[in-house]
């Protein structure tokens, strides 16, 4: 909000033009072109719609107990708030304001300030425990934060409910440093005549201590589940970790899990956006139709996760001879790569790294498993890491390991990384293109030098690894941005194997389908798959290739219709080509409106820079 603006809002004129539109609305009275704020007016709209009385003066008081958002105890966020709060409390000692937080729902729980000032503020309910979201005493900075999503400043007047007209405040939401989703609000309030543009510096100060005390504490908790994982892992068992999210952190190899279609990084079925205090047993039933469950707890006994042991599926190694049926059945399965296959065979028998390219769903990883079951490797560790799946503060952990006391939260004795399980065997390294720059130069000394250092140490570990990368991404475009390493990307792509996407090999689609359907129906001795499924298949556009190929023959091996469109429809709403260009216009007007000013538009869009700047230079490619 820039400097004339508050000088409007701030005027006796413009109270009295915001009153007369509101008596206006109130009295059902046509109100064209209003003088008010359009985020204010638009605010009303939605009051008046459910109802809410314009005449209360205070908030209702709830019991202060903040349900959860599902993503952060409400333990922590009160403990997170109230630090952060505190931290900026001794600049509020002239200000003649209070600061206040509150819950995902706007119930406030936590304020500081000007003693005198939150005297008076009681009186309209401007305490711990009163509810001041938009649905109760509608609009206020609070619960119009809430409602947008983003910051916002409510003077005045422009309230809604007579409990706020005698206020002027300020707004911004805080958000989950995984997920982006709110989680509570920060609020600075002080009387009608105080406003300004400090308001706005205060609240971003506390938002950003907020959000990266909440990060730094997820990471803790990420590190303490991997931890779990290593420790509650026996042979013959299968385990899978998910977060409080219902994120699927870490999941042991070769087991149902494979058949549930459950990978690292997606959420588990039914979980996600459900607090996993309120988990049972069946819900996790419904996700994977077995398993016992064990909650694991941080230091400060909260909830951060779940470990759920299943038992594993019997896996029996497959004799010497057997080991090119691996590659055999993909050529059955898709006769037309079959030269892919033959060199892949080639490649299997030498230990090179190897680059698989090929759009999302082609089935880079099938290939890449293909590759290790049928060369000298086959009985030792396949360890698969999907880089875009492991959040970037952990990536190294993951790949590098560390050794105690490496930073807090350690375990004793430190642990291993991805690279060091792979000893001896293949090391798969899926989606490489979305590898943190920053990591590449440990991962390509690794490659040069057949060693590895676990964060924290300086000894050397020598492993010996067969290293295959994928990636759907044009690495060479990444070099270009700076995005790829130049030395990394020749040292990844010594053999190099291309997957081409369904529209471009129509003629595999009934071989797919047929084995495919085998596999999902488990049917008995002639069950055929039902008259004109391949043919309608076959001139399918698939552009999720073969896993989204698998997901129609699942439905057809389900009993329904490919025609029905209460299966097959897509819900209305918008496209992704219409969501890219609503986000593209967004970006630019927002640059327009920040004079070219990158860093303000990436802190008023809450994305980061340089993601940002990539946007920026494919709007530029596609404008030729």
């Known amino acids: 909000m820039q400097k004339m603006d508050l000088d409007r809002i701030g ?79 001794p600049f509020l000692s002239e200000a003649k304001s209070v600061l206040i937080g509150t819950g995902h729902n ?39 934060a809430l409602a947008i999503g983003g910051k916002v400043m409510i003077h005045g007047e422009e309230h809604f409910c007579n409990a706020g007209k005698q206020w002027s405040c300020a707004a911004d939401v ?16 002080g009387p009608a005549e105080s406003i300004s ?28 589940l991997i931890d779990c994982f290593h420790q509650r892992s026996p042979l013959g068992e299968g385990l899978i970790l998910v977060d409080r999210r219902g994120l699927v952190v870490r999941r042991s190899f070769q087991t149902r899990f494979d058949k549930a279609n459950i990978r690292q990084g ?14 049972t047993l069946d819900l996790v039933h419904d996700a994977l139709h077995d398993g016992e469950v064990e909650w694991i707890r941080n230091e400060d006994d909260d909830v951060i ?26 050529v059955e399965s898709s006769p037309s790569i079959e030269p892919v296959i033959r060199e892949a065979a080639i490649i299997s028998k030498r230990n090179v790294p190897v680059m698989i390219t090929g759009e999302t769903g082609t089935g880079k990883d099938v290939l890449a498993n293909a590759i290790h079951l049928s060369g000298d490797r086959a009985d030792k560790p396949f360890i698969s890491v999907n880089c875009a799946a492991i959040p970037r503060d952990l990536i190294g952990v993951e790949l590098f390991g560390y050794v105690e006391g490496a930073f807090t939260g350690t375990r004793k004795g430190g642990m291993s990384g991805r690279i060091e399980d792979a000893d001896r065997g293949t090391l798969f390294l899926d989606e490489i293109g979305d590898m943190p720059i920053e990591l590449q130069p440990y991962l390509l000394r690794v490659l040069e030098s057949g060693a590895v250092s676990r964060l924290g140490e300086s000894r050397q570990r020598k492993v010996d690894i067969h290293i295959i990368a994928a990636t759907n991404q044009p690495l060479k475009e990444l070099m270009e941005q700076g995005r790829f390493r130049r030395d990394l990307y020749y040292r990844l792509n010594v053999a190099r194997l291309h997957l081409p996407p369904l529209r471009e090999r129509r003629s595999d689609i009934p071989h797919l389908v047929e084995r495919l359907y085998a596999q999902i129906h488990a049917c008995p ?10 043919e309608q298949l076959s001139n399918r556009d698939l552009p999720g290739n073969i896993r989204e190929l698998r997901s129609l023959v699942e439905r057809v091996a389900a009993g329904l219709s490919l025609d029905e469109p209460s299966v097959m429809a897509e819900p209305a709403g918008p ?28 802190e008023e869009l809450s994305i980061p820079r340089s993601t940002l700047y990539r946007k920026l230079a494919q709007y530029r490619e596609s404008q030729g």
């Open 575 to 602: 496209t992704a080509t219409t969501l890219a260009a609503v986000e593209r216009d967004l970006i630019l007007s927002c640059l327009d409106r920040n004079n070219g000013n990158v860093g303000r538009v990436a």
């Open 11 to 89: 005027s006796r004129e413009y109270a009295r033009e915001v009153a007369q539109i509101w008596d206006r609305l109130l009295g059902d009275y046509e109100v064209e072109a209003p003088g008010v704020r359009d985020v204010v007016y638009k605010s009303w709209l939605r009051c008046k719609q459910i109802g809410v009385d314009p005449l209360k003066r205070a908030a209702p008081k709830t019991p202060t107990h903040v349900a959860p958002s599902g993503n952060v105890s409400e333990e922590r966020l009160r403990s997170v708030m109230r630090s952060s709060l505190e931290a900026v409390a």
């Open 197 to 224: 543009l400090r308001a706005n510096a205060l609240i971003a100060a506390v938002v950003e201590r907020a959000e990266s005390e909440l990060a730094r504490l997820d990471l803790m908790d990420q590190i303490k």
């Open 525 to 534: 001795a002639g069950h055929t798959i039902p008259h004109g499924v391949i």
């Open 266 to 279: 997606d959420f588990l079925s039914g979980l996600k956006g459900l607090p996993c205090e309120s988990w």
């Open 174 to 189: 805080i958000r989950d440093p995984v997920d982006r989703s709110i989680l509570g609000v920060v609020d600075l309030t």
């Open 305 to 330: 996760g779940a470990a759920i042991h299943v038992a594993r599926s019997p896996v029996r190694a497959a004799p010497k001879s057997d080991l090119p049926l691996q590659l055999k059945a993909l």
């Open 106 to 144: 706007g119930l406030i729980f936590s304020s500081q300030g000007d003693v005198r000032l939150a005297e008076g503020l009681a009186e309209n309910s401007v305490v711990e425990g009163a509810m001041w979201d938009e649905t109760h005493v509608g609009t206020n900075a609070i619960g119009t």
